[in-house]
């Protein structure tokens, strides 16, 4: 199996904390879902089985029209097979999931909504500069569940500026009482070159202190597996089955094809990486010239990326995958760096598989790190 990736740059408004590649130029649009139709077609062959999984992210994908949005699975079908997916997800804005635009969702092949809702407080909203309310987002939910759609996911931040722990444990009682079936939490980033990055440099917000972070984080996990949920990955939460199988699918290392402006794809032994300009992509496209840079990753870099995705889910690592794909060195390596963290209860060993605990999950990423291996050598 293998996966598909769309990137549509496009937003009505830039949020506050958003660092991935989107802009706000609508006039482009229908220039770059025929783009993405050209690159499919060139790039169709790297995709080395059935697809499995479409993801369509961005940037907001809801902002393209729904005559645009089956001009792209159209074009997109016509030189990959995506009519057997099991999993086809669009993100969506809340403020664009009106009766009319949902009801287009349904006569297209998606059967999976993520909705960028973010938080339930209106006074967060306005921060963060999403243009939805929160009773827009529980309405869009609502409509989204008329129509029929039965495996909704949507994301929350945590560690706001000022926000309090009761204030965070409201947004997940209402997402819960909402009866979606997955929710994705991430604790506020500070990326350079956001705004947000700015506001924290200039002292005219302050960052979240770990301890609150923390606790914040703890009570997601508590209050989300009370109700059903299950924690299948470090900021993803899922009602029995509804995990998302896309996501999953970068986590197990499986081949992906990403298409559009800043997309990355991934076969196992190489990445390729579009550029973060969507006009260079459209133009690069339109000359039918594939445009991304490629990465031939070492042995230690794919053992490092087993480690970082395998790692991230609560299932962990299976060290016999580690020795058969690696060797006994490799393998003997990766439990002696983990030993540290086994005995301060960070990590567990279930044989065959290393995980990180409980406790060790805020610190994840430093665990991780201190898991890779660096030939000095080379």
């Known amino acids: ?45 790297e995709l080395p089985s059935a697809t499995e999984t479409l993801y369509l992210g961005g940037g907001t994908p809801s ?3 729904p005559a645009l949005l089956h001009r792209l699975f159209s074009g997109i079908a ?10 086809t ?24 909504i993520s909705m960028g809702v973010q938080s339930f407080s209106d006074t967060d909203l306005r921060f963060l500069r999403r243009r939805h309310t929160s009773q827009a987002a529980i309405d869009a939910v609502k409509r989204c569940q008329k129509a029929g759609f039965g495996n909704i996911s949507i994301d929350l931040i945590y560690a706001l500026p000022g926000q309090t722990l009761e ?48 606790a914040m984080y703890e009570t997601l996990i508590d209050r989300l597996q009370a109700a059903g949920f299950e924690q299948y990955e470090i900021s993803n939460f899922a009602l029995p089955g509804y995990h998302s199988r896309h996501n999953s699918s970068y986590w197990q290392n499986i081949p992906y094809l990403g298409l559009g402006a800043a997309a990355h794809s991934y076969d196992g032994l190489c990445r390729r990486y579009n550029p973060q300009d969507t006009m260079l ?14 990465e031939h990753l070492s042995t230690d870099d794919r053992f490092n990326d087993m480690l970082l995705t395998r790692l991230r889910t609560r299932r962990g690592i299976n060290c016999d995958t580690v020795r058969t794909s690696f060797g006994d060195k490799l393998s003997r390596y990766l439990l002696r760096q983990a030993t540290p963290y086994l005995r301060q209860g960070c990590m567990e060993y279930d044989a065959p598989y290393l995980r ?18 660096i030939d000095e050598k080379a």
């Open 1 to 45: 199996m293998s996966a598909l990736y769309l990137h549509i740059p496009f937003c009505r408004t830039r949020c506050i904390y958003c660092d991935f590649h989107s802009g706000t130029d609508a006039s482009l649009q229908e220039r770059y879902v025929e783009a993405l139709c050209i690159e499919a077609s060139m790039r169709a062959h």
């Open 63 to 65: 902002q393209l029209s």
């Open 78 to 87: 016509r030189h990959i097979e995506i009519g057997d997916c099991t999993e």
């Open 89 to 112: 997800t669009i993100e969506c804005n809340p403020d664009d999931l009106t009766s009319i635009y949902i009801e287009a969702l349904t006569q297209l092949p998606i059967n999976r």
């Open 167 to 214: 204030q965070w444990q409201r947004n997940i009682d209402t997402a819960i009482a909402l009866g979606i079936q997955h929710i994705s939490a991430y604790a506020l980033t500070y990326e350079e070159g956001t705004a947000l990055y700015t506001l924290r440099q200039n002292g005219s917000v302050k960052e979240c202190d770990d301890e609150l972070s923390l």
């Open 281 to 294: 992509y459209i133009k690069s496209m339109e000359a039918h010239r594939c445009c991304y840079a490629e």
């Open 356 to 373: 990180i605990a409980r406790r060790g999950i805020f610190i994840s990423d430093s665990i991780i790190a201190d898991l890779f291996h």
